[in-house]
């Protein structure tokens, strides 16, 4: 059996390597210059690499460990605790556990109260990962009451999803707070990240495809489809005409509409309604730290970014050459002034709202930025998003699918990226069972 991988980032790469355990010939095919995706890394300097993106890992994700495990990195992996702080009111709250809730000074007691209670009910009681009517901040502003909805949910909320916040449903939210919850002992959370970056994974999994016969090939976009009676049964690159028994998908839902427009208009006009926001990365190199926590969620109305996490506080600075490492996060889409903001003039400007934020002047500790923009970040999971979520066997005879969607009602992950992966061979009729099944809710539905 010979298949074709659009695709060469995490799930791609991911189901090469399970397709070739089932003994398939397997060729990927990525549209960039280097394979990883949302993995992608950049030299910071000396060396060391950072990913565009921000990422880490749980103790929990059975799946990223097992892979890690087959393709001996598990010395690599470094699991360390952090912390997440909460700005409200220009003032940095501790964020980690109940006691944390109990003194978070920014809102009233009883509102303390109905917060920590209402994020215990989510967490902890069944049945809201499957509540995909009723939305979010609806919930919140019922159970976790007003004050708590506007000074915490709702702006988080904005953060993430935009003028689309109000039609996410508490199902998402459900998700997102047990995939957190696993990670903590207590009150202590740990993350993973692997020593060297996620790029030490995305170059050993292309060693090992490539010393199984596997064929990488970067550069090589799909530009069409081939059909012979009905069926794909190759694809068409800039370069070549590819043949195969069948071809899997793993590129942002979008962009495979535009692929398949002219086999299944109505196909292709399914995947289009699923709507993306984009996520732009600002990360600066500087002489110090800017706080004190690890993640640093901004509620404070007014920004141009919704989160300051630090890298520096994951992994020692002495892996980046003393340097400390910040990423400035927000998603928006992509008709967002933002999105299409100068990079000099965007930097400008959070250079000043860093100040205000604060209280200092933080220029002169800077030695160098980026500025990085992710077109396909997250899909839009609005209500009732399950039942827009595509087959991974796709109505195109020979043609099956694995993307972003298919992670809901989870979060994003490289574990994640994994486990649909897994998902999609099954679909192929194939064997994925020897992949282990974590906790994750990823997978549930396509």
């Known amino acids: ?28 095919l990525e549209a960039s210059s280097q394979p990883g995706g949302l993995l992608s890394t950049f030299e910071v300097g ?20 097992w892979l890690l495990g087959e393709l001996g990195l598990e010395d690599k992996a470094i699991f360390r605790p952090t912390t997440m702080g909460m700005m409200r009111d220009g003032e940095i709250y501790p964020f980690d556990g109940p006691g944390d809730v109990l003194t978070f000074g920014a809102m009233s007691v009883p509102a303390r109260l109905r917060f920590g209670m209402s994020a215990a009910m989510l967490t902890y009681l069944p049945g809201f990962e499957d509540d995909e009517e009723t939305p979010a901040l609806e919930w919140f502003r019922r159970w976790a009451g007003k004050e708590a909805t506007e000074t915490i949910w709702e702006p988080m909320m904005d953060v993430k999803f935009g003028d689309a916040a109000g039609q996410i449903p508490i199902a998402w939210m459900a998700g997102r707070l047990r995939q957190r919850a696993r990670s903590r002992d207590g009150t202590e959370e740990k993350l993973g990240y692997l020593k060297g970056s996620l790029q030490v994974l995305v170059d050993r999994l292309v060693e090992v495809l490539r010393e199984e016969g596997v064929e990488v090939r970067c550069d090589a976009p799909v530009e069409q489809l081939i059909r012979s009676d009905g069926r794909v049964v190759g694809v068409e690159t800039p370069e070549e005409v590819m043949e195969a028994d069948a071809v899997l998908s793993t590129i942002p839902t979008p962009i495979l509409s535009g692929l398949v427009e002219e086999i299944d208009d109505g196909y292709a006009s399914s995947l289009r309604d699923i709507e993306y926001m984009g996520a732009i990365c600002t990360i600066l190199s500087m002489e ?21 996490i630090e890298q520096t506080h994951l992994i020692p600075l002495e892996e980046y050459g003393g340097r400390h490492l910040a990423y400035l996060s927000r998603y928006v889409r992509h008709d967002h002034p933002l999105w299409s903001k100068d990079n000099e003039a965007l930097l400008s400007q959070q250079l000043g709202e860093l100040e205000r934020l604060f209280g200092r002047d933080v220029k002169p500790l800077l030695n160098d930025h980026w500025i990085f923009r992710g077109r396909f970040a997250a899909p839009i999971t609005g209500l009732k998003f399950s039942e827009k979520i595509p087959s991974y066997d796709t109505p195109i005879p020979g043609l099956y699918m694995a993307a972003m969607p298919h992670v809901y009602p989870d979060e994003r992950s490289t574990n994640n990226s994994i486990r649909i992966a897994a998902a999609a061979v099954e679909a192929m009729g194939l064997d994925s069972g020897f992949v282990p099944e974590g906790t994750s809710l990823a997978s549930s539905y396509g």
């Open 1 to 28: 059996m010979d298949v074709v991988v659009v695709g060469g980032g995490a799930t791609g790469l991911a189901a090469a390597y399970l397709l070739r355990q089932n003994g398939v010939d397997v060729t990927v």
């Open 288 to 308: 110090e730290s800017l706080s004190p926590v690890y993640w640093l969620n901004v509620a404070d109305p007014g920004y141009s970014f919704g989160g300051v």
């Open 46 to 65: 000396e060396g060391a690499r950072l990913e565009y993106f921000y990422h880490h890992f749980f103790t929990h994700d059975a799946e990223i460990n």
